[in-house]
């Protein structure tokens, strides 16, 4: 790992059986942000939370937002971040 | 998170396409070690890689071994590290 490398974290509840969402979500983010991102971890929770962060900082969380995230916005999210130039294609909606 | 439990790494040449292999492996350890585990990190990588650590202690790698694990390859390392206890259920043959 190259430990200069943005670290994404997916805290799931177990419970829920959020684990598939969260797997999924891992890939849409390692597909698209495979020479940005040093890694991301998939983190059992228990709660009913669902929550991304970026090198700790939270990014989402089910209960504030009241729903859980598309893949699109948490990589726009990401993007706005560590990859400003970057496309993330015909998905890919810019405000302002 | 709960900092004090094991950290599991799989590294994987994304290159490769790789990741689909690692994303299952990680659900899979994730749903046979829900309570013992902290975390499992997906790990880009590069030139073929394909290796499973566990806090740092390299369980499996690809390329040394010559082939990719078995799921139940990698859990019982685990179980062996961190719950030897543990039952793998029918899969899980104990040798001697």
Redesign the interface.
């Known amino acids: 790992?190259d430990e200069g490398r943005p670290?994404v974290?997916i805290?799931y509840c177990?419970q829920c059986r959020f684990?598939?969402r969260a797997?999924w979500l891992?890939?849409e983010l390692?597909?698209t942000f495979?020479?940005e991102?040093?890694?991301?971890?998939?983190?059992?929770?228990t709660g009913g939370i669902f929550e991304v962060r970026l090198n700790g900082e939270r990014l989402w969380n089910k209960k504030e937002a009241g729903r859980f995230p598309e893949p699109k916005e948490v990589k726009q999210l990401i993007r706005d971040r560590i990859a400003p130039q970057k496309d993330l294609g015909h998905s890919d909606r810019k405000d302002g």
């Open positions: 790992m670290r974290e805290e177990s684990v598939l797997s891992a890939q390692l597909f495979t020479e991102l040093g890694e991301v971890a998939l983190i059992p929770g």
